[in-house]
């Protein structure tokens, strides 16, 4: 009897923090819904708290795009560039999503501390005649701020 009586009270117990827990394995992570178009980038929200966020981003444009996080205190036209792209290797990275087909999604979870970042797209299409089409110079790209706690 004794046995049974323990045993109701850690089950009762495992339960009520799995449910304060979110349900055990699940992530507490802020969402973020970020739309890429053709010239634009539009997250929700624009800001969040610090720790872990999940970026959920739909290409809902006509061309192909990417999903770059640049922790910066630089205006989002202001990124360091090379020829028609942001030079990466002047950059800090926090994290991206390589390549969306029109009308593919993608996620993307990291870790964000306080301060500005830049969330860019840094393709370039390139046409077998006339000039490059550079994707971040047209004016993908949006800010994005990570509140101090």
């Known amino acids: 009897m004794r046995i049974i009586a323990v045993l109701t009270i850690l089950i009762a117990a495992t339960l ?43 290409n809902s444009g006509a061309k192909d795009h990417q999903f770059i996080i640049v922790k910066s205190d630089l205006p989002p036209g202001q990124l ?34 306080p301060g500005k970042y830049v969330l860019i797209c840094n393709l370039v299409d390139r046409p077998a005649s006339g000039p490059a089409d550079p994707h971040y110079l047209n004016g993908m790209a949006a800010s994005f701020l990570v509140l101090d706690d």
């Not at 507490?28 to 872990?52: F, H, K, Q, Y």
């Not at 360091?80 to 999503?97: F, Y």
């Open 16 to 58: 009520v923090q799995i449910a304060c827990n979110g349900g055990g394995g699940a992530s507490n992570a802020t969402s973020v819904d970020v739309t890429l178009r053709e010239w634009e980038i539009t997250p929700a929200p624009v800001e969040v708290r610090p720790g872990d966020v999940t970026f959920n981003v739909s």
């Open 80 to 113: 360091p560039t090379l020829d028609v792209v942001v030079d990466e290797a002047k950059v800090n990275i926090s994290g991206e999503i390589e390549r969306l087909a029109p009308g593919e999604n993608g996620s993307l979870e990291v870790e964000l501390f």
